[in-house]
C-alpha cells in the first residue's frame, strides 16, 4: 500500500509532555498538509508544505508547534509542553502539484489520535 | 477569505430514499468545491470535485453535486441511500491552486434499514 502513512495512531501523554507525530506521505506527491479535528468539527488547516519549504501556517499553530519536512519527503510534527486543549486528531495530507485539474485533491492518512491528561 | 456552511451536523434517511446534504459556501474568487467522505476508522477520501468545468459533478459510489452560483450552493445528492453509505460527509472550499482546503463541520449520515 502506498497511502499517506502517520504514525503513531495513538499518543497519550501528561500535560507538560512533548510530542512528535510523523507522516509519510504519497511518494510523487511534493505537497503535504497538516490539520487538525476535534470532535464536533470538521478538518482545521495547520500548516502546508511544498517540497522542503514551509509555505503557509494557521494562526492556530502557536509557538509550541513546529513542523518540519528536512527533505521534502516525509514531515514531523512536533508540540511542546502540551495542554489538554490540544487533545485531537492531527491529519496528514499530501497532493500533486498537477494544475486546476488536480487542485484540492488532497490524499488523507488515518490520523494519529492525541489524548492529553 | 472562503468558507463553507454545511446544514445539519445529523440526517438520517431510509434505505432506498433520496440521500440531500447541503453545503452553501463563501470565496472572494470563483472556488474550487469538493466532498470528501470519511468511514468510521477511516481517513477522508475524496468524493467529488468542482473546479470550473461542468457545473454538475458526479462522483464515486452515485453521489453528485451541483454546483449553484446564484445560491452559492453545492449540495451532495444521491438518488437512493444504501446502508454502505453511512459515513461522515464534509464540504470543502479552496481558491484554487496550491491554496488550502477549508472544510466544513461535516455532516454524519445514518443509513436506517
Known amino acids: 500500500d502506498t497511502g499517506v502513512s502517520q504514525n503513531p495512531r495513538h499518543k497519550i501523554t501528561k500535560r507538560g509532555q512533548n510530542v512528535t507525530f510523523r507522516c509519510d506521505p504519497i511518494?510523487?506527491?511534493?505537497?503535504l498538509y497538516w490539520y487538525r479535528q476535534t470532535l464536533g468539527q470538521g478538518p482545521e488547516f495547520l500548516t502546508y508544505?511544498?517540497?522542503?519549504?514551509?509555505?503557509?501556517k494557521s494562526r492556530l499553530l502557536s509557538d509550541r508547534f513546529s513542523a518540519e519536512r528536512p527533505k521534502g519527503s516525509f514531515s514531523t510534527l512536533e508540540i511542546q509542553r502540551t495542554e489538554q486543549g490540544d487533545s485531537a486528531m492531527y491529519l496528514c495530507?499530501?497532493?500533486?502539484?498537477?494544475?486546476?485539474?488536480?487542485?484540492?485533491?488532497?490524499?488523507f492518512g488515518e490520523g494519529s489520535r492525541l489524548t492529553v491528561l | 477569505a472562503q468558507s463553507v456552511t454545511q446544514l445539519g451536523s445529523h440526517v438520517s434517511v431510509s434505505e432506498g430514499a433520496l440521500v440531500l446534504l447541503r453545503c452553501n459556501y463563501s470565496?472572494?474568487?470563483?472556488?474550487?468545491l469538493f466532498w470528501y467522505v470519511q468511514y468510521p476508522n477511516q481517513g477522508l477520501q475524496l468524493l467529488l470535485k468542482?473546479?470550473?468545468?461542468?457545473?454538475l459533478v458526479k462522483g464515486i459510489n452515485g453521489f453528485e453535486a451541483e454546483f449553484k452560483k446564484s445560491e452559492t450552493s453545492f449540495h451532495l445528492t444521491k438518488p437512493s441511500a444504501h446502508m454502505s453509505d453511512a459515513a461522515e460527509y464534509f464540504c470543502?472550499?479552496?481558491?484554487?491552486?496550491?491554496?488550502?482546503?477549508?472544510f466544513g463541520i461535516g455532516t454524519k449520515l445514518q443509513v436506517i434499514p
Open positions: 508544505f511544498q517540497n522542503e519549504a514551509q509555505l503557509e
Open positions: 470565496s472572494s474568487v470563483p472556488p474550487y
Open positions: 511518494s510523487e506527491h511534493n505537497r
Open positions: 468542482y473546479t470550473s468545468a461542468a457545473t
Open positions: 495530507a499530501s497532493s500533486t502539484q498537477a494544475g486546476a485539474l488536480k487542485a484540492g485533491e488532497l490524499f
Open positions: 470543502a472550499v479552496s481558491s484554487g491552486g496550491y491554496q488550502k482546503v477549508t
